[in-house]
């Protein structure tokens, strides 16, 4: 009798500890936002990963306390996603998901609200939930908004802060209407001008005569060498957008050149020169021109960070035939690997050992990306693919 009244008695626990936590609605995502418009409610969604320490946590410690589950239950429609998994892949590729747990408020169109990450306490997740439940985050569509003329600066703040991965264009046009609406008696801040930097991307730019203008508030916080060093890569942008020939997909390199070399000096133009040959000879899949430009650009490949040269490296694994150069794409990859292996840098390694004829080195290299993809918790596929054809 006592087993029973014991089981009983835990039981009703779970059941009243079920019922106190936050209440996620098993929901496609769509569904979720059209509730939460229906509501007039926020809509609170915990991105995590199935592996995620600190996630398993918050489920465990936090989201069961009673006094979460009443905010949170009370004022949003509440869902989970695994980021890894279905819908959640898509999710954590709009807002730009990329650590784990991630808090993701979003208005009924799907707009976010704000964005947020990490273990917190009970009383921190709460007031952080407090803060963002405030009547001018559910006023409607941030973009509804921002047409209609609004210039509160905290409101476009808040857009250039969340939007800045996701919607980078929208993000930018706040930081226009920001910096075009703050008066030229006020100073600006570190956070104004980080943000400034951010946003300017050419002569073209509105935000150019702001970086301009408040060429002495700018360099309180960073030098002037710095300063005329950025200037010259936002003239040098300028360049580049007229020295691309899109009917031939080609770049004019004589142009260009002539253009820049007074401007920044040779050295600056020829390297600023293979940058844009690099990026548009991949985008445009012309691998032969972008295998000319990566064996001139990376020549000196101890003065490039080894991340940059695994890949270009890649792009040689997949794409590439001339043995000599894949050679060299070998090199650009055993860099990245004496810097600290991962799946990734052991893959592509392996891989080009593989295209160059040296099978056993790429047998074992192909088997320590597989390893460390398994104790990561990531994709083999591409290891066992190899594999395969290694034996």
Not at 31 to 51: G, M, R, T
């Amino acid at each position: 009798m006592k087993k029973l009244i014991s089981g009983v008695f835990v039981f009703c626990s779970a059941i009243v500890m079920a019922q106190e936590a936050i209440q996620f609605q098993e929901l496609p995502f769509k569904e979720i936002l059209a509730k939460a418009k229906k509501e007039k409610k926020l809509v609170f969604i915990d991105a995590y990963a199935s592996w995620c320490g600190p996630c398993k946590m918050m489920e465990k410690n936090v989201f069961t306390q009673k006094a979460v589950g009443d905010y949170y239950n009370t004022n949003f429609v509440n869902a989970r996603f695994d980021m890894e998994k279905g819908e959640g892949r898509e999710i954590a590729a709009k807002f730009g998901v990329r650590s784990y747990p991630t808090y993701l408020f979003l208005n009924g169109e799907g707009e976010l609200v704000s964005q947020n990450s990490g273990y917190m306490e009970e009383s921190l997740f709460v007031a952080m939930a407090q803060d963002i439940n405030s009547p001018m985050n559910k006023k409607g569509s941030l973009k509804e908004r921002f047409a209609k003329g609004e210039k509160d600066p905290a409101f476009l703040i808040n857009i250039m802060k969340l939007n800045s991965s996701s919607d980078y264009d929208f993000a930018k046009k706040a930081s226009e209407r920001y910096f075009e609406n703050k008066k030229a008696s006020e100073e600006l801040s570190k956070e104004e001008i980080g943000f400034l930097l951010f946003f300017v991307k050419s002569t073209e730019d509105s935000n150019y005569k702001t970086f301009t203008s408040r060429k002495a508030d700018i360099i309180k916080f960073l030098p002037e060498d710095t300063y005329k060093e950025f200037d010259s890569q936002l003239k040098l942008t300028k360049i580049v957008e007229q020295s691309i020939d899109d009917k031939n997909k080609k770049i004019n390199e004589e142009y260009f050149m002539k253009a820049a070399e007074p401007l920044v000096g040779k050295e600056l133009a020829q390297s600023k020169l293979n940058q844009t040959k690099l990026s548009y000879y991949e985008q445009h899949a012309n691998y032969p021109e972008f295998e000319k430009a990566a064996l001139d650009y990376y020549k000196n490949s101890d003065a490039f960070d080894p991340n940059e040269l695994l890949r270009a490296a890649w792009v040689f694994s997949d794409h590439i035939k001339t043995p000599t150069s894949l050679k060299k794409a070998t090199e650009w990859a055993e860099k990245s690997v004496m810097r600290g292996e991962t799946s990734e840098n052991t893959y592509i390694l392996a891989k080009l050992y593989f295209l160059t004829g040296n099978k056993e080195t790429a047998q074992n290299y192909a088997e320590m990306s597989r390893n460390i993809a398994v104790q990561s918790q990531k994709d083999t596929k591409l290891a066992d693919e190899l594999l395969k054809q290694l034996k």
